[in-house]
């Protein structure tokens, strides 16, 4: 399955916390590359560079300049998973870009209480969540996998 990273945030100890867009935070440590890959002992002798980590353009990985890149494979792969109450919610935007379907598709499941507002779903101001546990049941795996 490809993973998009949603949010990243650098951490004490040279730590990133990573946000997937299917739902899952992980911990990803970026000391054990300060001796493996010479360009990222810049980050070990500056925090502030370090701080100043970004989701990468189309959220295909992190980066903190040009010459510094971590791929969303990478951080999924050898993240450690991290247990928060937001584990299996994702965007609408998200979901339908993962299985292949049309937001529309989504909002009409509710309105025929395909999928249950409150439940498999719910509306925090002008986005949609829904859990990925609904989209399995209702759609399957995802396509985009």
């Not at 730590?15 to 299917?22: C, I, K, P, T, Y």
């Not at 903190?64 to 494979?73: G, R």
């Amino acid at each position: 399955m490809f993973h998009k990273v949603k949010a990243v945030n650098a951490l004490p100890g040279f730590r990133l916390s990573v946000q997937f867009a299917e739902g899952v935070t992980k911990l990803y440590d970026v000391k054990p590359l300060f001796e493996r890959w010479a360009p990222f002992r810049t980050l070990e002798c500056s925090p502030e560079l370090f701080s100043r980590v970004r989701t990468g353009p189309g959220g295909f990985g992190v980066i903190w300049n040009d010459d510094l890149d971590l791929s969303c494979d990478e951080l999924f792969a050898n993240g450690e998973i991290v247990k928060t109450p937001f584990d299996g919610l994702m965007a609408f935007t998200d979901a339908t870009r993962l299985w292949g379907l049309n937001e529309s598709t989504l909002r009409k499941a509710i309105s025929y209480g395909k999928l249950v507002n409150g439940v498999d779903a719910c509306k925090y101001g002008k986005q949609w969540v829904i859990s990925a546990e609904a989209m399995r049941r209702e759609y399957g795996e995802p396509a985009n996998s």
